[in-house]
């Protein structure tokens, strides 16, 4: 009981401080690190991602996600939806968000395309009141078999709420850099009668494609290093992820680094999480991924560490020539392997 009772405050203390679920495959989830993203391939792309976070404590953190979008080419924009659904702790907290996305794209040159997007969600946070015991049924059954009176159990709720998201991308076929704004209403996401406001956070990401020649099939096959990082801050808390791709084509390797070493997020203890290991498999029209991060923080290995995989598929178009020519235009940052 106590141990259940720890990790669902400790979810509790996590999200009201305001963070947010993450992807260590954040490009393989191009919606939810920034709406400008939409429509930056010429065909419909459908994402899947799961990600089960510290499965050893109390069920930890489960998030899963799914988008889709489509440019429409004939109006320099791109459309998309995204669902997610976050599930924290063994008291069954569930963070769910519905999004409707658009992005607009501007060509600035012969190489370099701007793109903003703005995305329109709406968001529902509930718990489990059948997997919490409170004080008076204690005194009963250490199970909490029986009903409670505690005021607090009556005074707990659903938060609905809208929440509203932009951003903005620069890129051309080499490299890209990237600015998210999540949350500019500061929606209110308390499950009492109390203000528990979402905090502003803040995403500026970028990478570069590297390619590398070499050798008799450096034609036939791709092979490309990719350099990239995402930095988040959000209210006090902030966070960085450094890392590279290196793809021969059908693999891709990742090694990243999440924390920042120079500075300490308490007294005496460096702000530093994990190093995530990824593997994946681009083909024609699938790609498949898969990265563990090993925890580097004080919670150590017994946290399990963290599992996440991703799914991406892009439906085939009828190519014109039109199509060829929006293929040039948009060079597809979100992805290591270009057409």
């Known amino acids: 009981m106590k141990r259940g009772l720890f990790f669902f405050l400790m979810a509790v203390r996590l999200t009201a401080y305001g963070q947010d679920p993450e992807f260590s495959q954040y490009y393989a989830a191009p919606l939810y690190l920034n709406p400008a993203f939409a429509g930056t391939t010429p065909d419909h792309r459908f994402v899947a991602n799961y990600r089960n976070q510290w499965p050893n404590i109390g069920r930890g953190f489960v998030t ?28 069954g907290m569930k963070s769910s968000t519905i999004n409707f996305i658009y992005s607009y794209k501007l060509r600035l040159s012969d190489k370099w395309i701007a793109a903003t997007g703005l995305n329109f969600g709406f968001g529902s946070r509930t718990i489990d009141l059948n997997k919490l ?21 009556f005074n707990l709720g659903t938060a609905n709420y809208f929440d ?25 996401r308390s499950l009492v009668s109390e203000s ?9 990401h970028g990478g570069a494609r590297i390619p590398l020649y070499g050798g008799a099939h450096s034609r036939n096959r791709t092979t490309v290093v990719l350099p990239s990082f995402v930095y988040k801050k959000q209210d ?12 021969y084509e059908p693999v891709l390797f990742g090694f ?13 203890n460096l702000s ?5 290991f990824i593997l994946g498999f681009q083909f024609d029209r699938i790609d498949l991924g898969y990265s563990y991060d090993f925890t580097v923080s004080e919670l150590g290995p017994m946290s399990g560490g ?27 940052p979100t992805l290591p392997k270009q057409k």
């Open 306 to 332: 963290t599992h996440e995989l991703s799914l991406r598929y892009k439906t085939p178009i009828r190519i014109t020539a039109k199509n060829k020519r929006i293929q040039k235009m948009i060079p597809c």
């Open 236 to 247: 006090k808390f902030d966070q960085l992820d450094i890392g590279a791709y290196f793809m």
């Open 196 to 204: 528990s406001e979402l905090p502003l956070k803040t995403t500026l």
């Open 256 to 268: 990243w680094y999440r924390g920042i070493p120079i500075q300490q997020n308490v007294k005496d």
């Open 272 to 276: 530093q999480d994990a190093i995530v």
């Open 164 to 188: 509203f998201n932009a951003g903005m991308l620069l890129y051309n076929r080499t490299v890209w850099l990237g600015l998210a704004m999540s949350h500019l209403n500061s929606p209110n």
């Open 133 to 153: 015991v409170f004080g008076d049924q204690l005194q009963f059954d250490a199970d909490g078999g029986v009903p409670t009176d505690d005021p607090a159990a």
């Open 64 to 91: 899963y996600a799914f988008s889709y979008d489509y440019n429409l080419h004939h109006m320099n924009s791109g459309i998309g939806f995204l669902a997610t659904v976050d599930q924290a702790g063994s008291a």
